[in-house]
């Protein structure tokens, strides 16, 4: 049995981490317009998002399996990695599942 506070805050948490928000959303369909991986900053140039807004985002869309990322060391930056997200097979049905807005 839950005790009251669990059951105030548990439904709300929930359904924050079942759903896509908004920002989400849009990354889904920009990821599923180009067809290519993008790194954070394209799609926070895309979207007019804040620095590292993006980033927070695709990370809760892998976490919850819509994306996938990949990193990618480039040979003249030995120290520098970059981070490419794509559509994973969920966040490719989800976007197939909806069509644009207009």
Known sequence: MMSTIE?????????????????HE???RVL????RPLKSG???MALGLFANEAHSACQWL??????????RVGK??????MMF???ADK????????????
């Open 85 to 87: 997200w794509s559509l």
């Open 42 to 44: 394209e799609l926070e």
């Open 7 to 23: 059951s105030q805050h548990l439904p709300a948490e929930r359904a924050h981490h079942v759903t896509p928000s908004a920002t």
């Open 76 to 81: 003249a930056y030995a120290h520098r990695s």
């Open 62 to 71: 892998d976490d919850n399996g819509y994306i996938e990322c990949t990193v």
């Open 91 to 102: 966040g490719r049905s989800w976007v197939k599942d909806r069509p644009l807005r207009r």
């Open 26 to 28: 849009r990354i889904l």
């Open 32 to 35: 599923g317009m180009t067809q």
